[in-house]
């Protein structure tokens, strides 16, 4: 039988959450009143919707524990939970582009797209593995998260790097797998390169737009790769 949770814990998560919506509550209102859209007038109507305010964020509040309790986020399920998975350190010039050691195919549009330029260097960095539950576009997937996209990319190093030590360990049950990972060129060019490992060890990577429009199945069960949040 596993342990069960104490009164302690709880009331320190509770407390946890409660600093932070507080924090934040405060800063906002701060922040409207600053940009004049927030008065000793209208801050009156403001408190009247306090119960509709606070009824938002305790269903926000149950729906984030709900995701992190069971692993699965929306169209994702983490399947690393409890598993330390990292990416070793780069030096920003293991691109994806050239990486003829790793993969037996490197799709030609690394280059054609300046997808083969070298990054900057990355330490040790811990990453975490999805499971595809849903059909999803790239839009859903990294969508589903709230964070800013740049929080949820790698660098084609360090890519390489996931392919050379970890890829092996997070195949499917028929000794195969697809890799989703987001990786940035320039200031604001995303894209998602995306590699096969097969049940007879052949890899082979490719690369899409982040904006494109096309749909993974749920029936890949494609794997995507997050530094940890």
Known sequence: MKDMITSGQVDAFANVVADATRKSTREELNALEKAGHLNAVNMQSVIASGDRIAFAVAETVKGK?????????????????????????????????T???????????????????????????????????ENASYRKVYGRFGQNLDRLRLTTPQIKKFFE?????WLREDGWAIYHFLFKVGNNKFFVAYAYRYEDGFRRVHVRPFSGEYVWGAGTRTRFVFPQL
């Open 99 to 133: 990486a003829n050691d790793v993969f037996k195919y490197i799709d030609p549009d690394f280059k054609n797209w300046g997808c083969d330029e070298a990054e900057e260097t990355t330490p040790e960095t811990p990453v975490e593995v999805y499971e595809l539950t």
């Open 65 to 97: 524990l709900r995701e992190f309790a069971s692993g699965i986020f929306g169209c994702l399920k983490l399947i690393s939970t409890g598993k330390k998975v990292m990416i070793g350190a780069t030096n920003g010039t293991e691109i994806l582009a």
């Open 165 to 169: 030590t970890e890829a092996d360990n």
